[in-house]
């Protein structure tokens, strides 16, 4: 299924005029389906699921506040709270997350 996007605010970074995604607080695949979303800007929800996995979003990480509480993504927020609106920047897998995997 597509992505729907649109411009708006995102509710992690609070950046405005952003291109926004919904996403799962509880990821889908963890019974989230129809539980609550927020709307986060691409950025924003690439960093997220770069840093963790749908276990850790699903049982400890499952509110924008329990998000932005978190110390790695507080150190993203605060870099790409600066940055355009227009900036889509690369995001990578973290060692850590790249670590778990295994």
């Avoid at 708006?8 to 963890?30: F, I, Y």
């Amino acid at each position: 299924m597509a992505k729907k996007s649109h411009i708006n605010t995102c509710e992690l970074c609070c950046r405005n005029e952003v291109e926004v995604t919904v996403h799962h607080l509880t990821p889908r695949e963890m019974g989230g389906a129809f539980m609550p979303t927020a709307s986060l800007c691409i950025p924003c929800h690439k960093q997220i699921h770069a840093l963790f996995t749908n276990e850790e979003l699903a049982t400890e990480l499952n509110s924008i506040e329990l998000l932005r509480l978190h110390p790695e993504l507080q150190k993203f927020l605060r870099w790409i709270k600066k940055q355009p609106s227009t900036r889509l920047p690369r995001i990578l897998k973290s060692n850590a997350r790249k670590r778990k995997k295994r």
